[in-house]
């Protein structure tokens, strides 16, 4: 029987277990959009997973969505993920970026000369994110064009070829928890026409395109992508036919040799298979001839069934591996957990942060 420890390839990328820490917003950036040396250190304490996704970092100024989130868009920015990646690697760990673009979740407090949000609509979502100010109902957007969709390509483009600069061994595509790109994809976001509105085909066409251009400039076998087909996280309504959707989707990143599938099942933070709806995540692995690594809420045992009934070929965990930075070890040893400590969740020090406690040698 497959198990969590036995290791396996994602693309170009072995992995030491099938244990994988999920991108984890921390927001602990320092000036300039920066990781600093707590981000270093935290994630040099997590080395042992068989991957590591870095937590979600905005590809361009105009992406940014919460206050202290992190970028990859700037010298300076490349340089100081450097330094997370060597850590990484010189404890013998594996580590991806994942690039992010949050469109309408966003305050234009957080964006250049107070700009609006944009995204597919200029309808402003109802939601909240964390700005100077605290929790703060977020911008109305304004809808981009189809002539500046190119553009956004390219920023994609480009901040992934900075992450393979910055050291990391590849990419994950944010796709999921209804940020700019699934503000496509979703009929209950995108209500423009043309190209990039109305059918399947051309709602997914962003998508496409940026997978496409990445995977041509650092290669299929770097790159992943996460898809949430059930969420409605930041209070988003479902697409109206999810099914066909993320079928479509995969189907036509499949020829791309991609590294990896990372779907969230079910509500993002929730149940894996919210009431009154359903989702054939089967049928998404069947479309796609990459490893499917699969998230939201496992328990060390639910993550060695879902291997076991070959339902999975990896699983990500996120609360777990910021309590416990020697998971992998726990899980193998079948040893007690920390407790998490919501407090230090987001923004802050080295508390709740980097001050979990380790299993003595």
Do not use: C
Not at 150 to 157: F, N, Q
Not at 184 to 203: A, E, H, K, T
Not at 278 to 300: I, K
């Amino acid at each position: 029987m497959t198990s969590l420890f036995d290791p396996i390839q994602f693309g170009d990328i072995a992995l030491a277990n099938r244990i994988v820490m999920a991108p984890l917003t921390r927001s602990r950036a320092i000036e300039g959009l920066k990781p600093g040396p707590l981000t270093v250190e935290y994630y040099r304490q997590r080395a042992s997973a068989g991957l590591i996704i870095a937590e979600a970092t905005q590809i361009t100024r105009m992406a940014q969505g919460y206050i202290g989130t992190p970028g990859i868009h700037s010298e300076e920015q490349v340089a100081a993920w450097r330094e997370v990646t060597d850590a990484v690697h010189a404890a013998g760990g594996k580590i991806v970026l994942q690039l992010w673009h949050v469109g309408r979740i966003s305050h234009s407090s957080l964006l250049p000369d107070g700009a609006a949000p944009v995204s597919s609509t200029d309808r402003a979502a109802n939601a909240k994110t964390f700005t100077a100010d605290g929790y703060t109902d977020v911008s109305t957007p304004r809808a981009l064009r189809d002539d500046e969709l190119p553009g956004l390509v390219e920023d994609y483009r480009l901040a992934a070829r900075n992450a393979i600069d910055a050291g990391f061994d590849g990419v994950e595509v944010h796709a999921a928890n209804t940020y700019l790109l699934e503000q496509f994809l979703r009929d209950s976001v995108n209500d423009r026409s043309g190209p990039y509105g109305g059918s399947i085909p051309n709602r997914a066409r962003l998508l496409i395109e940026v997978m496409q251009a990445i995977a041509k400039e650092i290669g299929g076998g770097r790159t992943g992508i996460r898809l949430s087909p059930m969420t409605t996280f930041n209070d988003t309504a479902l697409d109206s036919q999810p099914q066909a959707l993320y079928n479509y989707v995969v189907e036509q990143i499949a020829p791309l040799g991609l590294a990896y599938l990372h779907v969230i099942e079910g509500e993002t933070g929730g149940t894996r298979q919210p009431a009154g709806a359903s989702f054939d995540y089967a049928a998404l692995r069947s479309r796609f001839p990459g490893a499917l690594l699969v998230n939201n809420g496992f328990t060390g045992a639910e993550a060695q069934s879902v291997l076991g009934d070959k339902l999975a070929d990896a699983v990500a965990f996120g609360r777990l591996f910021i309590a416990n930075p020697d998971l992998v070890r726990r899980l193998r040893e079948a040893q007690p957990l920390n407790p998490l400590r919501e407090e230090g969740m987001y923004g802050g020090g080295a508390e709740g942060y980097v001050d979990y406690p380790v299993l003595a040698a």
